[in-house]
């Protein structure tokens, strides 16, 4: 089992940004397939932004040309860049992590590994 720390959340107003942070403890072979994801009051967790071992990195189109996904792998820390931020934007964000790759990399239920999450709040 993997233990992720997300951090960085907060409130912002409509047209900034934030940067996330997620701090893996284990060792860097669980952590090949990572996500972030974000659920808000009364939807599903939706999943925005893959990294896989060889870096390479898929967007939801809700967030494409918005965020952007990184990792810091010599540290095992996951980062997600969020710009022109909108209320809607606005939900609890999480990172997942998985040594396999997954099928369908935006499933919440591909990823075994989960942080508590960091909220974010995106006012207008």
């Known amino acids: 089992q993997v233990n992720l720390v997300e951090s960085g959340g907060g409130s912002v107003q409509a047209g900034g940004s934030l940067r996330l942070s997620c701090a893996a403890s284990?060792?860097?072979?669980?952590?090949?397939?990572m996500a972030w994801f974000r659920e808000g009051p009364g939807n599903e967790r939706e999943g925005l932004a893959t990294?896989?071992?060889?870096?390479?990195?898929r967007y939801a189109n809700s967030v494409k040309d918005r965020f952007t996904i990184s990792k810091d792998s010599g540290a095992n820390i996951l980062y997600l860049q969020m710009d022109n931020l909108k209320p809607e934007d606005s939900a609890m964000y999480y990172c997942?992590?998985?040594?396999?790759?997954?099928?369908?990399?935006?499933?919440?239920?591909?990823?075994?590994?989960w942080g508590r999450g960091t909220p974010v709040l995106v006012s207008s």
């Open positions: 997942a992590s998985h040594r396999r790759r997954p099928t369908d990399p935006f499933l919440r239920s591909e990823y075994t590994s």
């Open positions: 990294i896989d071992e060889d870096a390479r990195t």
């Open positions: 284990r060792y860097a072979q669980n952590n090949r397939y």
